[in-house]
């Protein structure tokens, strides 16, 4: 890696980026270390410069010295910390305060214009899809350094931001805690360059949390949970689309539900009935319910739910195909072969 060549054109600086990509959670900071790089492979961009050496013989080095990270412990909970400055983000899975994987990269236009509330907020479930299989069924803890994301799940919903990104929050198991940017050094330094002092720490408990406990005790008092659960104990060569985790019996990584769990309902209300599932139709209810659990009738349960949502029959209009226009009767060829009749009302 030391001595790899320096790269004359677009493709071999491409290889080189492909090469070191493929071990970036390794790299703090690499979306700020590659980003003059990545600039030069935009069409007719390619200009090797002092800025782009730096930053090429900076990711060389970052390459062969990267820090040891840790193996996960399901038994121990998770720690994500994020931040978003004004054209990067950057997060680190711990625990224990060793890292386990960093994540870094660079926003879109879009997103660079997007108010600070609305970055940190992409922060936070960009790090929550990229280490999903951690987090899911497990409790985990949320640092963020914006003072505003500390009452996340109390404030009124008022934005489409707010609708799209708390909905991705639904089904995971997690507590905010304020951090200031200061004291938040290593997501903060995915994401900046300026050095940090320590700071204070503020602790928010959002009160969502007993949820996953009442679902285990649903799944645990099921006989067909505890037999199949028993099944992939024995037997975990058969059933391969399925792990335990937790105490919970995963699908393809989505929790297994039991057909006549009691939650089922409240899971349904949550993601469609509430503020943030926003009454939305069949098939995005059931994309969202699909992204965490699994049960074998979801689908079905998910058209009879809305099919019944007393909202959605008052407010929304009907999504049939509009009839065509009327069309004069031809004329008749037999006598009684066509009948008109017509209602006058309102006569005095």
């Given at each position: 890696?030391?001595?790899?060549p ?12 492909s090469?070191?990509g ?6 703090k ?27 090429y ?64 907020l ?22 963020i ?44 330094a995915?994401?900046?360059?300026t ?21 285990r ?8 949970f ?21 105490g ?101």
């Amino acid at each position: 890696m030391v001595q790899w060549p320096t790269p004359l054109s677009p493709k071999e600086l491409r290889a080189f980026l492909s090469l070191t990509g493929f071990y970036r959670k390794f790299i703090k900071n690499y979306a700020m270390i590659t980003a003059p790089l990545t600039s030069l492979l935009a069409k007719d961009a390619f200009e090797w410069s002092l800025n782009a050496q730096s930053a090429y013989e900076q990711l060389k080095a970052a390459m062969t010295s990267a820090p040891v990270l840790a193996l996960p412990d399901f038994d121990e909970p998770f720690v994500i910390e994020t931040d978003a400055s004004g054209a990067d983000m950057g997060t680190v899975l711990m625990q224990k305060g060793h890292p386990l994987a960093f994540f870094s990269k660079q926003f879109g236009p879009r997103m660079i214009h997007a108010s600070t509330y609305v970055r940190e907020l992409h922060a936070i479930i960009a790090a929550i899809r990229k280490w999903r299989q951690y987090l899911l069924g497990h409790s985990f803890t949320i640092l963020i350094n914006h003072k505003s994301l500390r009452e996340l799940m109390s404030q009124v919903v008022q934005t489409s931001e707010q609708h799209y990104y708390l909905s991705k929050l639904l089904g995971f198991d997690y507590t905010i805690q304020y951090k200031v940017g200061s004291s938040n050094t290593v997501a903060d330094a995915l994401s900046r360059t300026t050095p940090r002092s320590s700071g204070e720490l503020f602790l928010l408990s959002v009160p969502n949390l007993d949820f996953m406990n009442d679902l285990r005790h649903t799944l645990h008092s099921s006989m067909d949970f505890q037999t199949l659960l028993s099944k992939v104990r024995e037997h975990p060569q058969d059933h391969p689309d399925y792990r335990i985790h937790n105490g919970l019996l995963l699908f393809k990584n989505r929790i297994w539900l039991n057909d006549d769990n009691p939650s089922i309902p409240n899971l349904m209300l949550e993601f469609h009935a509430t503020p943030l599932g926003g009454h939305l139709g069949v098939a995005k209810t059931t994309h969202r319910l699909e992204s965490n659990f699994f049960w074998s009738s979801l689908r079905r349960d998910i058209k009879c739910f809305i099919r019944e949502c007393s909202v959605c029959q008052q407010t929304k209009t009907s999504t049939q195909r509009p009839v065509g226009f009327l069309q004069p009767l031809s004329p008749p060829t037999g006598v009684w072969e066509d009948i008109s009749m017509d209602f006058i009302t309102q006569l005095p």
